[in-house]
């Protein structure tokens, strides 16, 4: 059975930081790109961050670039988001994604940025 399941969402503050997990399994994690999507209330669903299967390649969303940082652990079937400097508009459902031939998704993590 292939879960992908989300935790370290919550409420913080504008300015604070959270760090994200997903924890896969039931497929072989160490193939598969990663990547972590968000959506706002009314908003399409958005690319926050992608890492290749290695781990030797990572891409960001443009309205995150410098503030986020993506990494794995191939050896945990963990994938991590470390998101700084974090501004209200960040707010919203971070969703876990797997890729290769098939693609699989997590429930989803609220982030409320809120002061």
């Known amino acids: 059975q292939v879960q992908l399941v989300e935790s370290g969402g919550g409420l913080v503050q504008p300015g604070g930081s959270l760090r994200l997990s997903c924890a896969a399994s039931?497929?072989?994690?160490?193939?598969?790109?990663m990547s972590w999507y968000r959506q706002a209330t009314g908003k399409e669903r958005e690319l926050v961050a992608s890492?290749?299967?290695?781990?030797?390649?990572?891409t960001y969303g443009d309205s995150v670039k410098g503030r986020a940082t993506i990494s794995r652990d191939n050896t945990k079937n963990l994938v991590h988001l470390q998101m700084n400097s974090l501004k209200i508009e960040d707010t919203a459902v971070y969703y876990c994604?797997?890729?290769?031939?098939?693609?699989?998704w997590g429930q989803g993590t609220q982030v409320t940025v809120s002061s």
């Open positions: 039931g497929f072989s994690f160490s193939r598969f790109d």
């Open positions: 890492i290749r299967s290695t781990g030797r390649t990572t």
């Open positions: 994604n797997a890729k290769e031939w098939v693609e699989y």
